[in-house]
């Protein structure tokens, strides 16, 4: 498998498993959805925000280098179905990035700007690899906090995103 064959599939794993917390996201009532459960973010919801928010300001970066959403703003979105909604439109933007990608492209540099201003660089591939894992970290704070409300949104592992995509059971 190339590299570009693993970042595309790791990014159709990210969205498999963000899909799958939004799913069972939308069976809590408005107060469980947005009640501090004690993890990064406080709250499902405000969890859910910063992995969609992080996933379009990594996109922007690797577009622009710059943040043309700010993180802040992605936070203020509240509610399942319009968080919903951002996951959508950068799961779709994703989709096409990682689609458009070269091996050549993911070797390349990126200057880039932090949310505080401070400028790096760093090669693609590790920076897309950063957001899938960052993603995984909060996603799986945020099962832990479904599972304490009684609703497991089930297995979140990489292996078991490779078996349903085979047309496994899981």
């Known amino acids: 498998m190339s590299k570009v064959e693993l970042i595309r599939a790791l990014y159709d794993y990210n ?21 501090p459960q004690g993890a990064s973010w406080g709250s499902i919801e405000a969890n859910l925000a910063h ?6 300001v990594w996109l922007s970066r690797w577009h622009t280098g710059a943040n043309q959403t700010p993180l802040a703003d992605i ?18 933007a994703l989709r096409g ?10 070797d390349s540099v990126l200057a880039y700007t932090d949310s505080r201003g ?17 993603g995984t970290y909060h996603r799986g704070e945020v099962a832990m906090a479904l599972t304490a409300l009684g609703h497991n949104p089930g297995d979140l592992d990489y292996v078991y995103f490779e078996i349903a995509r085979e047309g496994g059971s899981r």
């Open 15 to 35: 969205e498999w498993a963000n899909n799958r917390l939004l799913k069972t996201a939308s069976e809590l009532s408005p107060d469980e959805f947005s009640r």
């Open 51 to 56: 992995i969609a928010g992080a996933q379009v």
């Open 75 to 92: 936070h203020a979105i509240t509610g399942v179905d319009n968080i919903r909604g951002v996951f959508d439109e950068s799961h779709s």
């Open 97 to 106: 990035f990682t689609a458009s990608l070269a091996e050549g492209r993911l």
């Open 118 to 134: 401070n400028p790096y660089e760093r090669v693609l591939w590790q920076l897309m690899t950063h957001v899938v894992n960052h």
